[in-house]
């Protein structure tokens, strides 16, 4: 049975950069697209990056700060995020569908920016 497993969330200050990473076991996990999301409290869970092939497409909020890629070699999806801002803080969860279309959630990791 496939499981995603997220790690890399903590406390930066504003500026900072953090990375995240959403691993994915089983021998026949192959990652086909991807994407990153993330809730902050009170608000609605949005998807922040997404893609696949090679391919990335951001939300207008992260663009040029927040890097998203997959290693299929490593099982591995992972989010950059650099110049990180308050407004940045929420819990942050990955999802992969795989190269037979089964989607697949890893768990949140919570990511707080502040001072």
């Known amino acids: 049975q496939v499981q995603l497993v997220v790690s890399g969330g903590g406390l930066v200050q504003p500026g900072g950069s953090l990375t995240l990473s959403c691993v994915g076991s089983?021998?026949?996990?192959?990652?086909?697209?991807w994407g990153w999301y993330r809730q902050a409290p009170g608000k609605q869970r949005e998807v922040v990056a997404f893609?696949?092939?090679?391919?990335?497409n951001y939300v207008d909020s992260v663009k040029g700060r927040f890097a998203g890629s997959a290693d299929n070699a490593k099982n591995t999806v992972f989010l950059q995020m650099n110049s990180l801002k308050p407004e940045d803080t929420a819990v942050y969860s990955c999802?992969?569908?795989?190269?037979?279309?089964?989607?697949?959630w890893g768990q949140g990791t919570q990511v707080t920016v502040s001072s």
């Open positions: 999802n992969v569908i795989d190269g037979t279309g089964h989607s697949y």
């Open positions: 089983g021998s026949s996990f192959r990652i086909g697209a």
């Open positions: 893609g696949a092939r090679g391919n990335a």
